[in-house]
T-cell receptor, first 116, second 117 residues
Framework: GAGVSQSPSNKVTEKGKDVELRCDPI?????LYWYRQSLGQGLEFLIY????????KSGLPSDRFSAERTGGSVSTLTIQRTQQEDSAVYLC??????????????FGPGTRLTVL | GENVEQHPSTLSVQEGDSAVIKCTYS??????FPWYKQELGKGPQLIID?????GEKKDQRIAVTLNKTAKHFSLHITETQPEDSAVYFC????????????????FGQGTELSVKP
């Protein structure tokens, strides 16, 4: 079956512009996660969705970052007024069984964001 | 806050040798420990995971060991092959008590493994 897909694969933008990153989870997966991976670094948790609700937004670095999920499926991560420090690979993951039990997370290929 | 330390950051071995990567975690409530392999330009792929009710798990050439008392876990790759070359990440997570908790993984910084033919 299809895995997690993300679009675009690459995004180059100018400082101050808004960007939207999209994630299509594996069909039937109820939980969806966004992580950020800066160059040469590990993955940093951003936000988690259960259905369309986001019970854990603790990792969002500032109020310029927001995310939504519609229909219990597709999710969009929006970064407003982008800054150079936002440059990173943004990874989406989904899992079949929702929390509270921690389940296997399957990752997409990521969106590489470059802010000039 | 929650933290996972991973060592070494780079590891170079000869084909056929074994490779060991070690991680320590800070949250004593962590009970789920996955390992991911990330190849260049791709997303992380789960290679093995372990829960805290077992001390060791094996899958062919890959094994993971867990020491809950010391709060550390390790990945062992035997008979390494050039295709094992990649960045490996450890992570730690814990179950929540209600649906709005749990699920989040805390990742180590990664180990770049190079297997020389």
């Amino acid at each position: 079956g299809a895995g997690v897909s993300q679009s675009p694969s690459n995004k180059v933008t100018e400082k101050g512009k808004d960007v939207e990153l999209r994630c299509d989870p594996i069909s039937g997966h109820t939980a969806l996660y966004w992580y950020r991976q800066s160059l040469g670094q590990g993955l940093e948790f951003l936000i988690y969705f259960q259905g369309n609700s986001a019970p854990d937004k603790s990792g969002l670095p500032s109020d310029r970052f927001s995310a939504e999920r519609t229909g219990g499926s597709v999710s969009t991560l929006t970064i407003q007024r982008t800054q150079q420090e936002d440059s990173a690979v943004y990874l989406c993951a989904s899992s079949l069984r929702p929390p509270p039990r921690t389940d296997t997370q399957y990752f997409g290929p990521g969106t590489r964001l470059t802010v000039l | 806050g929650e933290n996972v330390e991973q060592h070494p950051s780079t590891l170079s071995v000869q084909e056929g040798d074994s490779a060991v990567i070690k991680c320590t975690y800070s949250d004593s409530a962590s009970n789920y420990f996955p390992w991911y392999k990330q190849e260049l330009g791709k997303g992380p792929q789960l290679i093995i995971d372990i829960r805290s009710n077992v001390g060791e798990k094996k899958d062919q050439r890959i094994a993971v060991t867990l020491n809950k008392t010391a709060k550390h876990f390790s990945l062992h790759i035997t008979e390494t092959q050039p295709e094992d070359s990649a960045v490996y990440f450890c992570a730690a997570g814990r179950d929540g008590t209600v649906w709005r908790e749990g699920g989040k993984l805390i990742f180590g910084q990664g180990t770049e493994l190079s297997v020389k033919p």
